[in-house]
Nanobody, 115 residues
Framework: QVQLAESGGGLVQPGESLRLSCAAS????????IAWFRQAPGKQRDLVAQ???????TYANSVKGRFTISRNNGKNTVYLDMNSLKSEDTGVYYC?????????WGQGTQVTVSS
């Protein structure tokens, strides 16, 4: 069973940057599809970015050009680099690892963008 732990969230001002990390234990992320989701207060959990085992990436339209997802298989970690942050990026960010029917979620990390 893969356990995921997100970190790197915090309070930042609009226009600033953050790097989120999703570290795995109990299994390798190498052959798994990894995604970052975001859940704003009172809203559903939405897909932000995802990366395949081979490194192919996709992004939500709202974050294209500002966010970058990457993976370091040697460190068993996936990252989400977030630049030019906006107030609407506020929410709890979750990472999800999947391989077939095997799906694992982390506990989330809070990101607040406010002046």
């Amino acid at each position: 069973q893969v356990q995921l732990a997100e970190s790197g969230g915090g309070l930042v001002q609009p226009g600033e940057s953050l790097r989120l990390s999703c570290a795995a234990s109990g299994g390798s992320l190498s052959f798994r599809y990894i995604a970052w989701f975001r859940q704003a207060p009172g809203k559903q959990r939405d897909l932000v970015a995802q990366i395949s085992a081979s490194g192919v990436t996709t992004y939500a339209n709202s974050v294209k050009g500002r966010f970058t997802i990457s993976r370091n298989n040697g460190k068993n970690t996936v990252y989400l680099d977030m630049n030019s942050l906006k107030s609407e990026d506020t929410g709890v960010y979750y990472c999800r690892a999947s391989r077939g029917v095997d799906v694992n979620w982390g506990q989330g990390t809070q990101v607040t963008v406010s002046s």
